[in-house]
């Protein structure tokens, strides 16, 4: 079974900007797609964003449009997060996922396979 590992959370000022990584812990089998989900305390895990395989179709939620851009380097086994204009709303633990299924990309947590430990995001005002 592949793993997943995120990394690049931390603590920044509202405005600002953080790159996610998550890295494959080996070239997966298939062509999956790829996704990040956020998990704010008290709150239900909610979908941020989403690519295919070959990095041409993402999809995102409303409330990172315009601001977050998923991208993945295959050669890696990597998908990246990049963040900018960071609000404290966007505070949570970032968690990427791995759906074994070529197509649709999918914004259900339910479709994911595999996921990784999450990695704290956190925004300060």
């Known amino acids: 079974q592949v793993q997943l590992e995120e990394s690049g959370g931390g603590l920044v000022q509202a405005g600002g900007s953080l790159r996610l990584s998550c890295a494959a812990s080996?070239?997966?089998?298939?062509?999956?797609?790829m996704g990040w989900f956020r998990q704010a305390p008290g709150k239900e895990q909610e979908f941020v964003a989403a690519?295919?395989?070959?990095?041409?179709?993402?999809v995102y939620a409303d409330s990172v449009k315009g601001r977050f851009t998923i991208s993945r380097d295959n050669a890696k086994n990597t998908i990246y997060l990049q963040m900018n204009s960071l609000k404290p709303e966007d505070t949570a633990v970032y968690y990427c996922g791995l759906d074994y299924r070529r197509w649709p990309l999918s914004t259900q947590s339910g479709e994911y396979d595999v996921w990784g430990q999450g990695t704290q995001v956190t925004v300060s005002s």
């Open positions: 080996r070239r997966t089998i298939g062509s999956p797609t």
């Open positions: 690519v295919d395989y070959n990095g041409d179709s993402t």
